[in-house]
């Protein structure tokens, strides 16, 4: 890494980096600080993530300003159900001449906002597989690469279902968290609103470009972890497959379907960053822990028993764990 002598240095630079970063979107966003944990590990992970939670807790707002304190490119999709494919990712043309030109669509940028995925039917949701799992775009044959970092950072409203189309497993398992985002506390929502009824801007400054990014990426791939740390993170994955010979209880009366090998990853490499952010040089079994919901819960599909005792997806990885 350029900047660095060291990866022990790299390893500092990252936590100094992080704290940095805390700091500067605190400015805007007021307490979520778990969520914006969660939100930069997913981005020095090289994965996606999908915030779930009512109108008004400023899913928009924390996503534009994380876009805001990183040099990089930021496209905002508003999801609707008269939403196509080439409204994503762009469509060939013919040019005065009459030949063929390819537009590129939002989709090429480095942050996307997919505001309210679920609003747009089944086939423009499918467009942007391939984009989250291959960082490239397909149109008429012809391969399109995004410029990387990459980061779908999408939204969701839990509580108005009507009109909306569920995300499908497949998609859901491309997004390396599924974060939850729940009410500010009183104290925090009186800053909140002290905040935002005032005429004062907050604006905050950039701090890291596409370069740091991606040297913090290669990084925590080359963090060292223990094998016993990796066989706990792989453990906690096996025991969400009932029909494994085995599984615990809660899992067989429960659950209908584990998460797979994706999540035993991703529990590995949020692990990783997250050491690092806390300090640490390698991870712990904590380390998990500490990011085993959000990797989970979109993962796992509870049984209709769980549904009819009021058993969330949250209580049963608890007691997983």
Not at 22 to 45: A, Y
Not at 164 to 174: G, N, S, V
Not at 237 to 261: M, Q
Request: glycine share 4%; aromatic share 8%.
């Amino acid at each position: 890494m350029a900047k660095f002598a060291t990866e022990v240095e790299a390893a500092d630079g990252l936590h100094a980096a992080y704290q940095d970063l805390k700091t500067e979107i605190s400015k805007v966003i007021i307490g979520q600080d778990d969520v914006v944990r969660l939100l930069l590990t997913s981005v020095f992970c090289q994965g996606h993530c999908l915030l779930v939670g009512v109108p008004g807790l400023a899913k928009t707002l924390l996503i534009q300003t994380l876009a805001s304190v990183m040099d990089l490119d930021f496209n905002r999709i508003q999801f609707t159900p008269d939403l196509m494919p080439s409204d994503i990712l762009g469509a060939e043309t013919l040019d005065k001449d009459r030949n063929f030109k390819f537009i590129k669509g939002p989709i090429f940028s480095n942050i996307i906002l997919a505001d309210e995925i679920n609003r747009t039917p089944p086939k423009t949701q499918a467009a942007l597989l391939e984009a989250m799992q291959e960082y490239k775009v397909t149109i008429a044959g012809e391969d399109y690469n995004l410029d990387k970092p990459f980061f779908v950072l999408a939204t969701q409203n839990p509580i108005e279902q009507e009109g909306t189309y569920p995300l499908p497993e497949a998609q859901l398992d491309r997004f390396m968290f599924n974060i939850w985002l729940d009410y500010p506390s009183y104290e925090n929502e009186v800053d909140i609103v002290k905040q935002t009824t005032s005429d004062i801007k907050q604006t905050v400054n950039k701090l890291l470009s596409g370069e740091d990014i991606t040297a913090f990426q290669q990084l925590i791939r080359k963090v060292p972890i223990a094998d016993n740390v990796v066989e706990y993170a792989v453990s906690l994955v096996h025991k969400t497959r009932p029909n494994l010979p085995g599984s615990p209880k809660i899992s067989s009366d429960y659950l209908e379907w584990g998460a797979g090998p994706r999540a035993s990853q991703y529990l590995v490499l949020g692990a990783k960053c997250n050491a690092l952010f806390n300090g640490k040089y390698s991870p712990d079994i904590e380390d998990v822990k500490a990011i085993a919901k959000p990797v989970l819960r979109h993962r796992i599909v509870r049984s209709f028993k769980a549904e009819a005792e009021g058993y969330s997806v949250d209580r049963i990885i608890e007691e997983l764990l």
